[in-house]
């Protein structure tokens, strides 16, 4: 069992940075893949960034370039680093872990937490 508590979001002007964490419980962090995924009003939740135990990572068209995914084993945390922020960025980010590799789509992971609301502004 993991447990998984967002942190960081936040409002932002366009062109800022905000930083993401996600803390997890349970001693056997390190095993697993852990995505953040973003859902706006309206729209389905999509993938934004993955990394998988070692600290390789894979990002989505719509982010690459802009945000970088991070872990910490020994802190159990998570971390997404949102630079360039754009208006189109804003919406609900969670953060999910997952048995094995990184998964692009949500089916693919185990554990979620509850969010955390970024809003960028124009």
């Known amino acids: 069992q993991v447990q998984l508590v967002e942190s960081g979001g936040g409002l932002v002007q366009a062109g800022g940075s905000l930083r993401l964490s996600c803390a997890a419980s349970?001693?056997?962090?390190?095993?697993?893949?852990m995505g953040w995924f973003r859902q706006a009003p309206g729209k389905e939740r999509e993938f934004v960034a993955g990394?998988?135990?070692?600290?390789?990572?894979t990002y989505s068209d719509s982010v690459h370039g802009r945000f970088t995914i991070s872990r910490d084993n020994a802190k159990n945390t998570v971390y997404l680093q949102m630079n360039s922020l754009k208006p189109e960025d804003t919406a609900v980010y969670y953060c999910?872990?997952?048995?094995?590799?990184?998964?692009?789509?949500?089916?693919?992971?185990?554990?979620w937490g509850q969010g955390t609301q970024v809003t960028v502004s124009s």
């Open positions: 999910a872990a997952a048995v094995g590799g990184i998964h692009t789509m949500p089916m693919g992971y185990s554990y």
């Open positions: 349970g001693r056997t962090f390190s095993s697993y893949a």
């Open positions: 990394v998988n135990w070692s600290g390789g990572s």
